[in-house]
């Protein structure tokens, strides 16, 4: 999970200061993630520097406040568009759609979309290599691959679940 | 080698016309296995039904090897579904009371007698899906995975061009659905047959060349398999 990432979605929202952005970002990481907040700090640098983010003045609290640039949102939907390759995590995906739900995305149904083109594409491959496999009689690969085909099914029927609540 | 365009298919329920299908556009080469996917209700047996010619569009056309099926007559269109197509459908079909043999060669006696030749056919399908032994077996004794297996040696047995199958695994457990699919990609493979299956099951569905997703009546989106994914995996798993 990228705090870029999460740093730029908050802000297409509206501006924020460092310490709101702290919190919301650990809301938008769950559980799982706590953010320092120098780390938060280094990335806005970074973004500023990359002209994905400027700073906004201060709010009536002389606390520092930052926006999106057009490239800065640019660069958001680009990412949200962008299918996550499953030989990676998918909890990538998952925060991605997060992120996208949190602006309310308009082009949520073209990410889910592809998104699934990616899970079944990766389910005609392992396929493929499962009945090889069999042939060959690695039985121990071919149960792997199994194991890797349900967590597919699982993910696939998530999207078709969100995909019919969106329609 | 089949070409669906256009294909609108309405149902007149009480004094309601519904649109079942919404103009479908489709291609399928010959020899190719596709998988048609989708939520229940969206059209995806109407679908196949059409293109078996089991039943009629409203409007648009269905050309298998370059025959209008719509622009056939009743009997036309049962003696070419009795010559190119097979058919497998989720829940068998056979007719119980008759054995293994006499379903699988059930397709065959609207042709008159059954000759030396198609006797061999029919013993060399038993072997090839794997109920040897069973041939004198009535099918009502048959567990749904040996029933399964004999509907695909009858839709076999006229060497169709095209096989049709409407959740060929749809009763079966996992066990079961991966030997019945196996089979039909062995049958693809040997006799480069064009194979169109509806399932629900994305196990099922990743054994095709092309997985076409249905939604309400119309194509959503098309998946196909791309070769340099292949060869990525390989490396993957065999290192
Ligand atoms: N013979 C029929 N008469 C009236 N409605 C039908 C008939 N066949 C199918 N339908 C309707 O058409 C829709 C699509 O059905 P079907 O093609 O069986 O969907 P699927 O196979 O995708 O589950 C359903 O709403 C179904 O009720
Ligand atoms: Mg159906």
Redesign the pocket.
């Known amino acids: 999970m990228s705090v870029k990432y999460g740093i730029l979605t908050l802000l297409y929202q509206k501006k924020h200061h460092g310490y709101e952005l702290k919190l919301e970002l650990d809301s938008l990481f769950g559980i799982k993630g706590k953010i320092n907040p120098g780390q938060i700090y280094t990335t806005l640098d970074r973004l500023i520097r990359d002209q994905l983010v400027s700073s906004a003045g201060m709010d009536d609290q002389e606390r520092k406040l930052y926006e999106l640039t057009p490239k800065g949102k640019d660069e958001l939907e680009k990412w949200l568009l962008e299918p996550v390759p499953y030989t990676t995590t998918k909890e990538d995906f998952f925060f991605k759609w997060s992120c996208a739900r949190k602006i309310n995305f308009a082009q949520e149904k073209k990410m889910l979309e592809q998104q699934k083109a990616v899970v079944i594409k990766e389910v005609m491959e392992l396929t493929k290599l499962k009945t090889e496999l069999l042939l060959q009689g690695d039985e121990s690969k071919y149960l792997l691959i199994t194991g890797i085909l349900l967590h597919l099914e699982a993910d696939l029927n998530w999207i078709n679940q969100v995909e019919n609540r969106i329609h | 080698m089949i070409k669906v365009s256009n294909l609108t298919k309405e149902?007149l329920?009480g004094q309601e016309r519904?649109r079942?299908l919404k103009g479908v556009d489709l291609n399928i080469k010959k020899g190719e296995f596709v998988a048609i996917m989708?939520?229940?209700?969206?059209?995806?047996?109407?679908?196949l039904q059409l293109m078996g010619g089991l039943d009629v569009p409203t409007a648009g056309d269905i050309q298998i090897d370059g025959k209008y099926l719509n622009k056939m007559s009743e009997k036309e269109r049962t003696i070419f579904r009795r010559q190119k197509l097979g058919f497998v459908f989720q829940n068998y079909q056979l007719l119980p009371t008759l054995t293994v043999e006499e379903n699988i060669a059930f397709p065959l006696h609207a042709d008159g007698k059954l000759t030396k030749e198609k006797n061999r056919v029919i013993q060399e399908l038993i072997q090839a899906v794997g109920l040897e032994g069973l041939h004198r077996k009535r099918a009502n004794l048959l567990s749904g995975g040996q029933q399964q297996r004999v509907a695909i040696a009858r839709a076999l047995v006229n060497s169709p061009t095209v096989l049709l199958a409407?959740e060929p695994t749809g009763n079966l457990d996992r066990a079961n659905a991966e030997e019945i699919l196996r089979l039909l990609t062995v049958f693809h493979r040997e006799n480069r047959q064009t194979i169109v299956m509806?399932t629900h099951d994305i196990f099922a569905a990743g054994f095709a060349d092309r997985i076409i997703l249905?939604r309400d009546g119309g194509i959503d989106q098309v998946v196909s398999r791309e070769e340099g994914d292949y060869a990525k995996y390989l490396a993957n798993f065999m290192a």
């Open positions: 149902f329920q519904t079942v989708g939520p229940s209700g969206s059209g995806k047996s109407t679908l409407d509806v249905f």
